[in-house]
């Protein structure tokens, strides 16, 4: 069974419009995290979640908005995009804080055109 | 606030040895080094969350040194798969909600 999952694998996309990605985690952990991976394979943290509720926005846009409908799912919004937008996002998960070992998904390869 | 990484690259051949070096500028609680092959989500190797404490398992162990807010991980008598990029993560004494991932570290382990 796939601890974390995301969809999708792949997202290709033009400037300018809206897209999702969706995470879920079946650990029954109770932290989950949004990582943006760039071409440069600098990981970098995004957003945290503690059953369900916002621990850090790291001083990303606000057109990025995360939403975790209950805590084994952690969706990414993304609106308006831009070419910079461009990378690898990884979800990931922790039993409860960032002390405790992170599980990552198989992250979502987005592309803006 | 990102910690250094070195060297950037190391290339090897199989059962040579090397060593990665994370190196923080603030005070650090814990060091997390994961490895990630090339297309795939990184993986976890070990948490060292005392000074001067060292883990490990296997042919792969790492030492924390909190006065030079230094982490090194030691891989021994290496294998093909240890091919990948090494990260450490690191969590900043006073801010543990976060881990801050190093710049990486390419190793490439050839027969």
């Known amino acids: 069974d796939t601890a974390v999952s995301q969809t999708p694998k792949y997202l290709v996309t033009q400037m300018g419009n809206d897209k999702s990605i969706k995470c879920e985690q079946n650990?029954?952990?109770?932290?989950m995290y949004w990582y943006k991976q760039d071409s440069k394979k600098f990981l970098k943290i995004m957003f945290s979640y503690n059953n369900k509720e916002l621990i850090i926005n790291e001083t990303v846009p606000n057109r990025f908005s995360p939403k975790s409908p209950d805590k084994a799912h952690l969706n990414l919004h993304i609106n308006s995009l831009e070419l910079g937008d461009s990378a690898v996002y990884f979800c990931a998960s922790s039993q409860e804080s960032a002390t405790d070992t992170q599980y990552f998904g198989p992250g979502t390869r987005l592309t803006v055109l | 606030q990102q910690p250094v990484q070195s060297p950037q690259a190391v290339i090897l051949r199989e059962g040579e040895d090397a060593v990665i070096n994370c190196s923080s500028s603030k005070a650090l609680y814990s060091v997390h080094w994961y490895r990630q092959k090339h297309g795939e989500a990184p993986v976890f190797l070990m948490i060292l969350l005392k000074g001067g404490e060292q883990k490990g398992h296997e042919k792969i162990s790492a030492s924390f040194n909190e006065k030079k807010q230094q982490s090194s991980l030691y891989l021994t008598a290496s294998q093909l798969s240890y091919s990948g990029t090494y990260f450490c993560g690191t969590e900043l004494l006073g801010n543990t909600d976060k881990l801050i991932f190093g710049t990486g570290t390419r190793l490439q382990v050839f027969p």
């Open positions: 650990l029954g952990h109770d932290t």
